[in-house]
């Protein structure tokens, strides 16, 4: 949840004021769909930590989260870049971006539950 709260933030921020819109690269429409996919990754890849998935389902998921943090660490740039009222949103993608790679550590990290094959 600590990833999809600032990332539903951004969105909703970017959906209403220009500002954050501007200062994206992708523009309000682009910023909105790749807050929302972000979010989505951040929850399936907690829902694998948890659950403790094995193999190369694991590692793929792993790889997923990281390069959603590398685009989050790549929207907090563009971000901060525009400064203004933008920085607020910079701050939670920020958040997101460190978030986003714990989730992937922790997946890397987690105990499957239950009998091993």
Same mark, same amino acid.
């Given at each position: 949840?600590?990833?999809? *709260?600032?990332?539903? #933030?951004?969105?909703? =921020?970017?959906?209403? @004021?220009?500002? /954050?819109?501007?200062?994206?690269?992708?523009?309000?429409?682009?910023?909105?769909?790749?807050?929302?996919? %972000?979010? /989505?990754? =951040? $929850?399936?890849? !907690?829902? $694998? =930590?948890?659950?403790? !998935? /094995?193999? #190369?389902?694991?590692? *793929?998921?792993?790889? +997923? %989260? @990281?390069? =959603?943090?590398? +685009?989050?660490?790549?929207?907090?740039? @563009? %971000? &901060? *870049?525009?400064?203004? #009222?933008?920085?607020?949103?910079? #701050?939670? !993608?920020?958040?997101? !971006? /460190?978030? $986003?790679?714990? *989730?992937?550590?922790? &997946?890397?990290?987690?105990?499957?539950?239950?009998?091993?094959?």
């Amino acid at each position: 949840m600590t990833a999809v *709260i600032p990332l539903a #933030s951004v969105a909703v =921020a970017s959906a209403g @004021f220009d500002q /954050v819109a501007d200062a994206s690269p992708v523009g309000r429409p682009g910023t909105v769909l790749a807050c929302a996919v %972000l979010a /989505v990754v =951040a $929850l399936a890849g !907690t829902v $694998l =930590a948890w659950r403790g !998935t /094995v193999g #190369s389902t694991r590692t *793929i998921a792993a790889a +997923v %989260l @990281f390069l =959603a943090a590398a +685009v989050a660490a790549a929207l907090t740039v @563009f %971000l &901060l *870049i525009a400064a203004g #009222s933008a920085l607020g949103a910079a #701050s939670l !993608t920020a958040l997101a !971006t /460190v978030s $986003l790679a714990m *989730i992937g550590r922790a &997946l890397l990290q987690a105990a499957p539950h239950g009998p091993q094959r």
